[in-house]
């Protein structure tokens, strides 16, 4: 079996509690003396092998190594994916089964991300999400206020478009930000625009 990690939470000793998610489900392992192995870092991507509790706690991981990248000892491609697939175990949190989106998304992102600006792939694949879940608020009125937007616009977590001035926020290209929205590419935007989306993804999904 392999997955991505999106998180690692400190158990008894050196064990450690290991969230993945896989090709269809996110689920918790419990991996002994998980500390001391450097392989376990959130955002890779590592083949395991699962074994069974004798107790019925969580299942064990075992067999493991880790399936690297070309751009996984660049530290600042390293950072702005981590900051990336950080967002995933707080927004999938309480759901075990998952459709294969989220999986392939983050491969596909993966096998790029030395290919391209990894924030623009970031903020690309971000927008493909929100539209996969049905969340990409584009019929052209404000989020908090319900006006008519203008030919600026700001935007709230979720890239939900508002008025600059209801949430004091940069103040953006309407048009530039719709034609994200509809071809889930930065290739139109400047990397200070992009630069400007990067930080309001952080926020969360």
């Not at 003396?33 to 969580?58: C, P, T, W, Y």
């Not at 990409?136 to 009125?141: E, H, K, P, S, T």
């Not at 908090?144 to 508002?162: H, I, Q, S």
């Amino acid at each position: 079996m392999h997955g991505f990690i999106l998180n690692i939470k400190r158990a008894k000793n050196e064990d450690v509690i290991v969230t993945v998610l896989n090709n269809n489900s996110i689920t918790d392992y419990w991996r002994f003396f998980g500390a001391r192995h450097s392989i376990l870092q959130v955002g890779n991507l590592v083949d395991f092998e699962v074994s069974e509790s004798k107790n019925n706690f969580m299942p064990n991981m075992r067999s493991l190594s880790h399936i690297s990248f070309p751009w996984i000892f660049s530290n600042n491609h390293l950072l702005i994916w981590q900051n990336f697939i950080k967002l995933f175990e707080p927004h999938l949190k309480d759901i075990i089964e998952v459709d294969n989106f989220y999986f392939n998304l983050l491969l596909n992102v993966a096998r790029k991300w030395d290919k391209q600006n990894p924030k623009r792939l970031a903020v690309e694949a971000y927008v493909t999400l929100l539209a996969h879940e049905g969340r990409l608020y584009d019929n052209g009125f404000c989020y908090v206020c319900e006006e008519v937007l203008d030919k600026e616009v700001g935007l709230m977590r979720a890239f939900l478009p508002t008025h600059p001035t209801c949430i004091y926020a940069h103040a953006l290209n309407k048009k530039e930000i719709f034609t994200l929205y509809n071809t889930k590419s930065t290739i139109h935007l400047n990397d200070d625009v992009v630069e400007k989306l990067y930080l309001i993804l952080l926020k969360g999904l």
